[in-house]
Each structure stands twice: as C-alpha cells, then as structure tokens.
C-alpha cells in the first residue's frame, strides 16, 4: 500500500538526543529512488550525528513498495536493506571504479529526506541490496553499516585464513569484527582496555584476548598481519594519544 504520510521518528532536541513522532509528506520519486515499507531499523552510533527535525536511521529493511521509473534491477514487494550511504556523482574515477563510497560528492543518510526511523522510506535503488530470504531483518540491519564497516578491511586487504587479526575495540562493531575474522579462519585476537571484555571476546570467537593498558600483556603479543580498529576515533585522541604508534607496533 503506497501511503499519503510518513510517520517518522525525528530528532526533537540533538544535545539530549530525545525524538518526536512527526507526520511526513511522501517524498516524490526520482526515476532512480524506491519507496520502501521499513520492517526493522537498527541504531549505529552515527545516527546521534542527527540535526533536530530529521529522522536519523541507516541500517534498514523493508519491503519495496513502489519504484521510480527508471528502476530495472528492483521490484515491487523485494526485500532490500539500505545503509549509511544515499548517493554518490556515479561519473567520477572512483565511482567508475566501483568505490562510490568514497566520491567526492556521496551522500549520506542524513541528507535523505528521512532516514530509518519511519515507517517508510525514499532511498536511490543503487544503494540498497537484496536481503537473502533465509537470513531475518532484524539480524541483517546491523550488517548494513557496523557489519560492512568492519567487513570490508577483511575483503579489501587480502587477509587470509591463518592470518593473526586483531579487533582493536569490543563493543558492537567489535563484535561483528570478531565474528567475521573467526568466520574467515584467521587467528582471532581480541584488544581491549578492559579485562572484563574478555568473557564476552572469546564467546564471539576470540582466540586470544590482550588488555592493552597491561605493558606486560601487550609485550608478549605475538605480531599481527593486520589491526581492525572499531574505537570512535575522537574517543581514541583524547585517550590514547600514542593509539597509532601501538597500532604500528603491533603489526608485523
Ligand atoms: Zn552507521
Ligand atoms: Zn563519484
């Protein structure tokens, strides 16, 4: 059913980060965009990044409900998931080489006219992906941003199964990292500043665990071909100054 309204969560106050229901005039389709019905919207931490007024959301599944007219490869009632990235130039060098992520001129969720926190959402057909019918919505949001974020080091620097990886970090991108580099067949070593991580690193399949404030712990780590780091990068400045220089000293 194409709807006359959206109702969508909105950003009320950003400083405290609470919301308002708002009713939102359908967006028009551009040629390429979907109308999309949103069963399930997980929550990343960049979404907090939401201005008051618009509906923070980027790790959504729904089901397509209607299409633009210039829409080939997606159809009506197609489940799709859609993520941090709206759209990207598509005729730039980096575009051309299939790295739309990184265009000088991509967008991103947060100037969609509404994000995931809305019962329906208007997203361009080349950024959303067919959603595998045996995997549920709610386990395939959180893989739409947290889960390609810490995914795609994995694919794109050729590590191998064998390969020491560490997850710099065990929290919810973390724990993905963990998951994936196990499921990849790498030696798994799980960094944290906090030993009471540790029961929850190996239950994720961490084969090693490392508190990284022990000087003592961090000297006989044996060298790792590569470092996943999940920890906010700002949190990381204020607190771990050197944070890159043990990163370095860590790899092989
Ligand atoms: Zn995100
Ligand atoms: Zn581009």
Redesign the pocket.
Known sequence: MIPKQIEAYVVDDASKQTFRKAQIDVPQLQPLDVLMNIECCSVCYTDSFCPAGKAPGHEFIGKIVAVGSSVEKLKVGQRVGGGWQLG?????D??NDGK?HI????TNFINAPIGGFADYVVWDSRFLYDIPETMSSADAAPLLCAGITVYAPLANHNVQPGSRVGILGVGGLGHLGIKFAKAWGCRVVALSTSSNKEKEARAFGADEFVVTKDADQLKSLKPLDMIINTRYMNDINRRFAAANWFVIDQLR
């Open positions: 990207s130039c598509q005729n730039c980096v575009c739309q265009c000088p001129e991509k």
